[in-house]
């Protein structure tokens, strides 16, 4: 099976677990993304594009960004946190998670993940304007496009 697939429905579960739990949902809420999650990837598997493997630069490319990704967040968490604005974390992050999304798009090539990375960053900006920074909006919605991305990717011909 395609690793971004897995990835993207890992981090989708990561996403919906963190907004119900930060939203302080009942905990039993949580095992909802993880079962789509597992959902998708088990379909995953019937369709054309899970069968693609990408050439041998995208394990480079991924590393370099997703580096500079967690640099990012590193960074963001430590300025939100020292300013007290650590409801502004989520949505914080969606907007990085999007961004790295943007050269992953064109150098994997996966054209979709030039629709992940701006619809995460809206998500990002939709939630910093949103009182109190509904975490859960934030989390399912992140959790939403990347297993959208993740059927889309799964589902496209190779």
Request: positive net charge; charged residues 10%; hydrophobic residues 60%.
């Amino acid at each position: 099976m395609r690793t971004g697939i897995v990835v993207l429905c890992l981090f989708a579960a990561i996403w919906g677990v963190a907004g119900v739990l930060v939203a302080g949902a009942p905990a039993a809420w949580a095992a909802l993304p993880i079962a789509l999650s597992v959902v998708i990837l088990l379909y995953a598997r019937r369709w054309p594009g899970s069968r693609v493997e990408p050439g041998p630069h995208v394990g480079r490319l991924v590393g370099i960004w997703s580096g500079v990704e967690g640099v990012a967040m590193v960074l963001a968490a430590s300025f939100l946190i020292n300013a007290h604005h650590r409801d502004a974390m989520m949505p914080v992050f969606a907007i990085i998670v999007g961004a790295h999304f943007l050269p992953l798009a064109r150098g994997v090539p996966v054209r979709i993940y030039y629709l992940t990375g701006g619809a995460l960053i809206a998500v990002g900006l939709a939630g910093l304007l949103a009182p109190p920074h509904l975490p859960l909006f934030v989390g399912l919605s992140a959790a939403a496009i990347l297993w959208t991305s993740a059927v889309m990717v799964a589902r496209a011909t190779p």
